[in-house]
């Protein structure tokens, strides 16, 4: 039967507030046209309002979800251009440089209507966010740079190389350990999501300090792991290379560098050289934590971003 053949049946007409757009920051997932290009986001928690960009590139955003911090701030979760429910550039899978991701983030800033936000960037999220607090920091009222890095290329590798040997060294008996290692090799021949999303889930007890020792309450998270493969080439096939050292002493906005003493991606040493790049910027090391401290010390590192928060709100409210 035909859709010209179907019975008819009355519905009632959409209320005129049914009809209304939702409010751009009201609780829940939501959807912008960015350019002709779907970026999705989600609203949680009350309070000043701090958009978290995750990490990868191409990790879906959940795993970055905070509920300690919802209790104090409105926190927004934009699903990175190329991940999830948000939209594919033309170029896909290359394209997704630092300028375009700010880009992306600049819009959303612009569509939640609030003078200014704080900017929160795990990992690759955290290189987003430093290049966007440098380059538009307008709307910035201040960045939480979380396991995040001044640089990658060369001198980034060899330094992952010797962490990762150092936690092999550490689980040299777990009988995981062979496979997390020929996974970590496999990174750069990733070629497409199935192959990324197997990678990441086999290499996740090397992105904590204790995997098994909360391997119960971590499983269900590893499991629920997706990403999509993001080359970390631009269009013309050239890598997009993180390396802001030269530019941080000029950063304008207020800082604060978070890390996880046993995070083997995007380290200490990277954290301290933040630190002593950008003017006044403050400094957490989370002395239980690898790359994932708002999951191994949620308490301590909501009271690190709030408080941060809250000086930041008084310093502006005092002039200082």
Same mark, same amino acid.
Request: glycine fraction near 8%; include cysteine; aromatic fraction near 8%.
């Given at each position: 039967?035909?859709?010209?053949d179907a019975?008819? &049946?009355s519905?009632p ?6 009809l ?7 609780? !829940? ?10 970026? @999705?986001?989600h ?18 955003? #959940? ?5 300690a911090l919802?209790r104090?701030?409105t926190? +927004? ?14 170029s896909h ?6 300028? @375009?991701?700010? #880009? ?11 003078? =200014?936000?704080?900017?929160?960037g ?5 290189? +987003? ?6 380059h538009?920091?307008?709307? %910035?009222? !201040? ?8 640089? &990658? ?10 962490? %990762? ?5 550490r ?8 496979? *997390? ?6 990174i750069p &021949? ?8 197997? +990678? ?27 990403g ?5 080439? $631009? ?7 993180v390396?802001?050292?030269? =530019? ?8 604060? %560098?978070?890390?996880? @003493?046993h ?5 200490v040493?990277w ?6 790049l950008?003017? $006044? ?5 989370? #002395? ?6 708002? *999951?191994? #010390?949620?308490?301590?590192?909501a @009271?690190?971003v &709030? ?14």
């Amino acid at each position: 039967m035909s859709a010209a053949d179907a019975p008819h &049946t009355s519905s009632p007409s959409p209320s005129p507030s049914s009809l209304l757009p939702t409010a751009p920051l009201a609780a !829940g997932a939501h959807t912008v046209d960015i350019g002709g290009i779907a970026q @999705r986001y989600h609203v949680h928690g009350t309070g000043p309002v701090c958009v978290a960009h995750s990490g990868g590139p191409g990790i879906f955003w #959940e795993y970055l979800r905070i509920p300690a911090l919802e209790r104090h701030l409105t926190m +927004v979760y934009p699903e990175p251009i190329g991940t999830g429910a948000s939209g594919r550039l033309s170029s896909h899978p290359h394209g997704y440089t630092r300028p @375009r991701y700010s #880009e992306f983030l600049d819009a959303l800033i612009a569509h939640l209507g609030v003078p =200014e936000v704080y900017l929160l960037g795990h990992s690759h999220g955290g290189f +987003v966010v430093q290049h966007h607090a440098l380059h538009r920091p307008e709307r %910035v009222a !201040g960045v939480i740079l979380y396991d995040s890095a001044p640089v &990658t290329g060369p001198e980034h590798v060899a330094e992952a190389v010797r962490m %990762v040997r150092a936690f092999a060294e550490r689980h040299a008996d777990h009988p995981e350990l062979p496979e *997390i290692l020929q996974a970590f090799q496999d990174i750069p &021949t990733i070629s497409d999501d199935a192959r990324m999303t197997a +990678v990441i889930k086999t290499l996740f007890p090397l992105y904590f300090a204790d995997y098994w020792g909360q391997e119960q309450h971590l499983a269900p998270l590893r499991a629920s792991l997706q990403g999509s493969h993001i080359s970390g080439l $631009d269009e013309d096939l050239a890598p997009d290379v993180v390396d802001d050292r030269a =530019e941080l002493g000029s950063l304008t906005v207020p800082a604060l %560098v978070v890390v996880g @003493r046993h995070d083997f991606i995007c380290g200490v040493r990277w954290a301290e050289e933040l630190h002593r790049l950008i003017p $006044d910027a403050r400094l957490l090391v989370l #002395e239980n934590s690898g790359h994932f401290g708002h *999951i191994e #010390e949620p308490e301590a590192f909501a @009271r690190a971003v &709030t408080g941060f928060v809250a000086s930041v709100s008084a310093a502006d409210r005092t002039g200082n």
